[in-house]
């Protein structure tokens, strides 16, 4: 079996993926240009696998050192493609950047999949494409509707140039749209790393909890939701990570009907951010200060993905809980709190 090539591998989906993929029985080398993270998150894969992974320290960017390292890897069989921007607030504020970064590189390492014939491509998407949804839970084939910032554009395009390139040649793709990634690997080896003040919902839980935030804001308690706070679909990172794995051997198994798949990652239960803290306090035994500010531009009222398609297809079956996901969160907290080099990565700020 030849290398699965994984991109922004040292980031918080990228590690724990690459740990499945090895726990699978696949080897994996990694680029990525820790623009974002660094390679803590390498060590902490080691530690867990016993497997050293090999980092390629590339600017997608730049075309010629991503093509350097098809010369070098001949035998690349795959490609997960999560290296990309993914901060909603900060892509408003500079749409340029992000359309430049996260099209480019996955432009050059689509170019490189045609030109080494790399069979198999899996693209990392998100349940943002699906915008505002009419109705829910969303389905694969449900409406996508006007991106809400341009990280989701950058989404929705990178969808569109990954099935225009597949449907053109010989490669097969796969777009994983995932919901509310939370969580960190039960060995609270490995976990989520923000850059500065976390903007997502759980690490700021977290924080607030060990006392790195004074006060958590939850955006807004007027919706139309059961009690007046957004729903979400929060999948563990773990489930998350498989579904990567399963996704890669079903197209290895030549199983996909269609050159380019979709498939909703997520629980199918949506739960509201008040009862995401209820959750946190109960398995943690902390409560902590939160208020009540205004609705966060942008956010959508409700949103759960059916998932009917990946069970059905890729075989795949969250294993954990609301609980556990903030359980796991919880330990990789005071893990971070408890060691410096962890601490110190946390808190390093955007360039
Ligand atoms: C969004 C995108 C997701 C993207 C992610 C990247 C949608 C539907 N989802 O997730 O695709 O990958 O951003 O960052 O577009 N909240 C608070 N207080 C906080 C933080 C969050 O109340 O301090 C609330 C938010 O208002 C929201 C929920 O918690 O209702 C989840 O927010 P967050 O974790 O930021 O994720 P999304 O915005 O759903």
């Known amino acids: 079996m030849g290398k699965i090539l994984v991109t922004g591998g040292c980031g918080y989906i990228g590690s724990h993926t690459i740990i499945d993929l090895i726990e699978n029985g696949f080897s994996t080398i990694c680029i990525d240009n820790n623009s974002r993270s660094t390679t803590v998150l390498l060590s902490g894969i080691q530690e867990i696998t016993g497997v050293k992974v090999k980092n390629y320290k590339v600017d997608l960017c730049n075309f010629d050192e991503t093509y350097a390292v098809f010369q070098e890897n001949t035998d690349i069989e795959g490609i997960i493609h999560f290296a990309a921007y993914k901060a909603v607030g900060e892509s408003v504020g500079q749409p340029l950047m992000y359309f430049e970064n996260n099209l480019f590189s996955l432009i050059n390492i689509l170019k490189c999949a045609v ?20 109705t829910i839970p969303v389905t694969e084939t449900s409406k996508t509707k006007s991106a809400e910032s341009p990280y989701g554009a950058t989404k929705q395009m990178g969808e569109e140039i990954v099935k225009n390139i597949t449907n053109a040649g010989d490669l097969k793709s796969i777009l994983l749209r995932y919901f509310n990634p939370v969580g960190a690997h ?123 398609l990946a069970k059905e297809k890729l075989s795949w079956h969250h294993k954990y809980s609301l609980d556990e996901m903030m359980d796991t969160a919880w330990k990789w907290e005071l893990k971070i709190h408890k060691d410096a080099t962890l601490h110190s990565n946390s808190n390093f700020q955007l360039n």
């Open 115 to 134: 030109e080494f014939k790399i069979p198999h491509f899996i693209f990392s998407s998100s349940c943002t494409v699906y915008g505002s949804p009419d």
């Open 186 to 308: 039960p060995s609270s080896l490995i976990g989520e790393l923000p850059l500065g003040k976390p903007q997502n919902l759980v690490p700021a839980i977290t924080q607030t909890a060990i006392g790195k935030i004074k006060e958590l804001t939850v955006h807004g308690n007027d919706y139309p939701t059961r009690d007046g706070s957004c729903i979400r679909d929060y999948i563990h990172v773990c489930d998350i990570a498989h579904a990567h794995t399963l996704a890669l051997q079903y197209l290895i198994e030549n199983k996909s009907q269609q050159k380019c798949e979709v498939f909703n990652l997520g629980t199918g239960d949506g739960v509201s951010v008040l009862e995401a803290i209820r959750a946190f306090e109960k398995v943690s035994g902390k409560k902590f200060n939160y208020k009540i500010g205004p609705r966060r531009s942008g956010d959508v009222m409700a949103i759960y993905a059916d998932n009917v």
